[in-house]
Structures are given as C-alpha cells and as structure tokens.
C-alpha cells in the first residue's frame, strides 16, 4: 500500500519528504508486526538487541556504553534495559575492578538459552513479512538505506 494511503492523506509531492515519512512508518510498522515473537519470551526488541550484542562478544563482557554504541536505536536507555535483563536473569553485570563507575555485562546461560529459542522462529517471521518482494529487491533495499547513511 502506498504511504499516502497508509497515512490517509493527500499526494506527497516532495521525493525526500515521503521516503522520510515511508523510512519511519515502516520501521513502526515492523515493530508492531514482530512484537508478538518477543512477547512470547517476555522480552522487549531493546532487550532482545542487547541480548544479541553480549551473545556476539563471545563470553567476553562488554561495559555499558560500548553495548550503547552497537544499538540500532541509540537512543535506548542501556542502563535501565540492563537493569531489567539482570532481574530477568538474562545478563549479569559486574563493576569493573579498575573502574568503580563502569558496569561491565555478559550474558547468562538463561539469555542463551532465550536467544537460540528466538532463532528458530525469527527468520520465518522475517521472510513471511518480506514475502512480497525478492530476495534481489531485498539486498537492494538494504543497500540504498545503507547508502542514505553515508
């Protein structure tokens, strides 16, 4: 469906304006449509995006703002988002010995264990919401979006 339509208004005239608009409404529109598969492990997105970062430094902890860094929304609160993940058992935070003011996290066999039961269901999902285009059209989507970031 086009953008106008899906935003109920009239003929976007402006090329950057409506890929603007289009870049949100569809980052929103994917939140919403893969919010269930989080909710089934009673995780958020953000946590599951930290959860994944901890898995990907092997075992090696990694301090607050680093996971801050590697977010694909920068603007998440790492610190409360760890906080809950620590209640949840998922993570596990230490103070760094040199550096009192510094948290370091890695996580838990629970946050593992959470992550391999979102791998067997998160790439069906992904290609059930893409079904739509190819796989060509999805790596050039994918490449002009990285090209925007430039």
């Known amino acids: 469906m ?4 899906e935003l109920k208004s ?6 950057y304006q409506k890929l603007f608009l289009n870049i949100l409404f569809s980052a929103s529109w994917l ?12 995780i958020t997105s953000h946590q599951y995006n930290v959860l994944r970062i901890l898995r990907g430094s092997l075992g090696t902890p990694l301090p607050a703002f680093e996971i801050q860094s590697r977010m694909i929304s920068k603007n998440s609160n790492v610190t409360r988002i760890i906080e809950k993940l620590v209640a949840k058992k998922l993570v596990h935070k230490k103070f760094n010995d040199n550096n009192r003011r ?10 593992l264990d959470i992550l391999k039961q ?12 893409f ?4 796989r060509e059209e999805a790596n050039l989507c994918s490449e002009l979006l990285d090209k925007i970031r430039e």
């Open 2 to 5: 086009k953008i106008e339509e």
């Open 131 to 134: 079904n739509n285009i190819s």
């Open 102 to 111: 510094m948290i370091e996290v890695t996580i838990t066999q629970e946050g």
């Open 10 to 15: 009239r003929k976007i005239t402006d090329e």
């Open 31 to 42: 939140e919403d449509k893969t919010a269930h598969i989080f909710k089934s492990t009673n």
């Open 118 to 129: 979102l791998d067997d269901v998160i790439p069906d999902n992904y290609a059930g919401l």
